[in-house]
């Protein structure tokens, strides 16, 4: 079975602090998504990573950015936290683009 | 128009009726469709893909598609507590930017007991 870890399932932060979610899949997938979903607002692609050190801006890239410096690992950076981005932010990887996603458990951040 | 349109429900049906669940989609290009099972608090769970029209089953679970009228369709069989859940159809379309999916907002589903 596929399996998607993330490195916190809550996490409370400051504004203005820099937040890291770390994710990890361990099928050797070549593309890995970060999205956060909002109740009313559904699932929202922030950035996507089908590479080593490739990402594309998603529909809500301001205020984040990603790194992926290995296959199996996918970051999502919160520069300066904000109130706005409290949200449960879940990771996802997937065999290729046209294929179907396995979720991480998500992380639920809250930014005070 | 929403890209992939779901009813919001909750759609409410007895323990061991069938769950019909409905997705329409806009995009005529659309390559593959999913559908996600999501519980309160949890993450999404791939529970079926389906590539060509007609039926796909898995247990109690069927896929229907039907590309003509951009439709694709769940049906639980034998729906029992433990199905209820958010269902989110998904559709992978191809774009300028390459595969692209979109998720709909989902179809609370209600067993009772």
């Known amino acids: 079975d596929v399996k998607v870890t993330q490195s916190s399932r809550y996490l409370v932060k400051r504004t203005g602090e820099k937040v890291f979610l770390e994710c990890v899949q361990d099928?050797?997938?070549?593309?890995m998504f970060w999205y956060r979903q909002d109740p009313g607002l559904g699932l929202r692609l922030i950035y996507f990573?089908?590479?080593?050190?490739?990402?594309e801006k998603g529909d809500i890239p301001e205020g984040y950015s990603v790194s992926r410096e290995k296959k199996e690992r996918f970051s999502l950076i919160l520069e300066s936290a904000s109130t706005n981005q409290t949200s449960m932010y879940l990771c996802?990887?997937?065999?290729?683009?046209?294929?179907?996603?396995?979720f991480g458990p998500g992380t639920r951040l809250t930014v005070l | 128009q929403k890209e992939v349109e779901q009813n919001s429900g909750p759609l409410s049906v007895p323990e061991g009726a069938i769950a019909s669940l409905n997705c329409t989609y806009s995009?005529?290009?659309?390559?593959?469709f999913f559908w996600y099972r999501q519980y309160s608090g949890k993450s999404p769970e791939l529970i079926m893909s389906?590539?060509?029209?007609g039926d796909k089953e898995d247990g109690r679970f069927t896929a229907q598609l039907n590309k003509a009228s951009q439709y694709v369709s769940l049906l639980i069989r034998d729906s029992q507590p433990s199905d209820s859940a958010t269902y989110l159809c998904a559709v992978i379309v191809l774009g300028a930017g390459g595969f692209k999916t979109i998720f709909g907002a989902g179809t609370r589903l209600f067993v009772k007991a």
């Open positions: 990573s089908y590479d080593v050190k490739m990402k």
């Open positions: 389906i590539y060509s029209n």
């Open positions: 995009d005529r290009g659309s390559q593959s």
């Open positions: 099928m050797d997938h070549e593309n």
């Open positions: 996802a990887s997937s065999l290729s683009r046209d294929r179907g996603q396995f």
